[in-house]
């Protein structure tokens, strides 16, 4: 018979997409859940280092630390140690990860958030990006053991599970924003704030099969021409950060025109799979 703790946890869990301060709420499930004084869900990569950051418990405080890109690079052996989606990491994981890389920041950072002990698993990975689930342990905690690792690795299934719900209610949302993809003609492809493809026309689908301007990166696209694509990239992530609704900028390439439209904050609990820009491509006179 499950206990009340990891019961209330996947209540908490599979509503998430749908409550107010879901996420929050189901984050904060799991760290009573397994008796850990803090969690996190953390989406990396895309036009924003970080799309997707979701802390609870009083490390939260250090959000100096906790919105570094900086230290979630390779000092981090959290990040660091990561494998193939749904693969638990733990203590013995982060030790490994540690004696071969130069890890002295995190290790302030984590002794200064009393965050030394914990497990992690990676829920969706790409070459490109991933979105983890981890629990963090503080000294009182106590480093991982054997009930703390069981109840986390069925909370984190039913995490991805969610998390794949939320994805796939977003991506309904925004093929009704496309319209009727078999009348429009235009070249339109609307993106999450992860740089991922929420939905498209058919005509923008059939210059990603020709790829010769746009490719197909993991779950988003790319320009063809590494450079180019490196500048467009920065803005797509100005856009996210910075761009103010309806905010257009314009760009050339290949005798292309550009046009990436900051579309309206249509949620502000979700996981940022909802359209949050609108690239339409037209060809150059």
Same mark, same amino acid.
């Given at each position: 018979?499950?206990?009340?703790?990891?019961?209330?946890?996947?209540?908490?869990?599979?509503?998430?997409?749908?409550?107010?301060?879901?996420?929050?709420?189901?984050?904060?499930?799991?760290?009573?859940?397994?008796?850990?004084?803090?969690?996190?869900?953390?989406?990396?990569?895309?036009?924003?280092?970080?799309?997707?950051?979701?802390?609870?418990?009083?490390?939260?405080?250090?959000?100096?630390?906790?919105?570094?890109?900086?230290?979630?690079?390779?000092?981090?052996?959290?990040?660091?140690?990561?494998?193939?989606?749904?693969?638990?990491?733990?203590?013995?994981?982060?030790?490994?990860?540690?004696?071969?890389?130069?890890?002295?920041?995190?290790?302030?950072?984590?002794?200064?958030?009393?965050?030394?002990?914990?497990?992690?698993?990676?829920?969706?990975?790409?070459?490109?990006?991933?979105?983890?689930?981890?629990?963090?342990?503080?000294?009182?905690?106590?480093?991982?053991?054997?009930?703390?690792?069981?109840?986390?690795?069925?909370?984190?299934?039913?995490?991805?599970?969610?998390?794949?719900?939320?994805?796939?209610?977003?991506?309904?949302?925004?093929?009704?924003?496309?319209?009727?993809?078999?009348? &429009?003609?235009? #070249? $339109?492809? +609307?993106?999450?704030?992860?740089? !991922?493809? =929420?939905?498209?026309? *058919? @005509? /923008?689908?059939?210059? &990603?099969?020709? #790829? $010769?301007? +746009?490719?197909?990166?993991?779950? !988003?696209? =790319?320009?063809?021409? *590494? @450079? /180019?694509?490196?500048?467009?990239?920065?803005?797509?992530?100005?856009?996210?950060?910075?761009?103010?609704?309806?905010?257009?900028?314009?760009?050339?390439?290949?005798?292309?025109?550009?046009?990436?439209?900051?579309?309206?904050?249509?949620?502000?609990?979700?996981?940022?799979?909802?359209?949050?820009?609108?690239?339409?491509?037209?060809?150059?006179?």
């Amino acid at each position: 018979m499950r206990s009340g703790n990891l019961h209330r946890a996947e209540l908490a869990i599979l509503n998430a997409p749908f409550v107010e301060r879901g996420w929050e709420l189901a984050v904060q499930a799991v760290a009573d859940a397994t008796r850990s004084h803090a969690a996190q869900l953390l989406g990396l990569g895309g036009p924003l280092t970080m799309p997707l950051n979701v802390f609870v418990g009083p490390p939260a405080a250090y959000r100096h630390y906790i919105e570094s890109a900086e230290l979630h690079g390779a000092c981090n052996w959290r990040v660091g140690s990561t494998t193939v989606a749904m693969a638990i990491q733990s203590e013995a994981d982060y030790a490994t990860y540690r004696h071969f890389h130069h890890t002295a920041d995190y290790d302030d950072a984590a002794s200064d958030m009393d965050i030394p002990f914990g497990c992690q698993s990676a829920l969706i990975m790409d070459q490109r990006s991933l979105i983890g689930l981890a629990v963090l342990r503080g000294r009182r905690d106590g480093p991982c053991d054997g009930e703390t690792l069981s109840r986390f690795a069925a909370l984190r299934e039913q995490m991805a599970r969610a998390v794949r719900m939320q994805i796939a209610l977003d991506g309904e949302a925004s093929e009704l924003m496309i319209g009727d993809l078999g009348v &429009l003609r235009g #070249a $339109t492809i +609307l993106l999450d704030r992860h740089g !991922g493809i =929420a939905a498209l026309t *058919p @005509a /923008a689908e059939e210059l &990603l099969g020709e #790829a $010769t301007l +746009l490719r197909l990166e993991g779950v !988003g696209v =790319a320009l063809v021409d *590494p @450079a /180019a694509h490196a500048r467009f990239a920065a803005q797509l992530g100005r856009l996210l950060r910075d761009g103010e609704e309806g905010e257009v900028v314009h760009l050339r390439h290949a005798g292309w025109r550009l046009f990436v439209t900051r579309l309206p904050r249509r949620i502000e609990h979700g996981l940022g799979f909802e359209p949050h820009l609108a690239l339409t491509l037209t060809r150059a006179a």
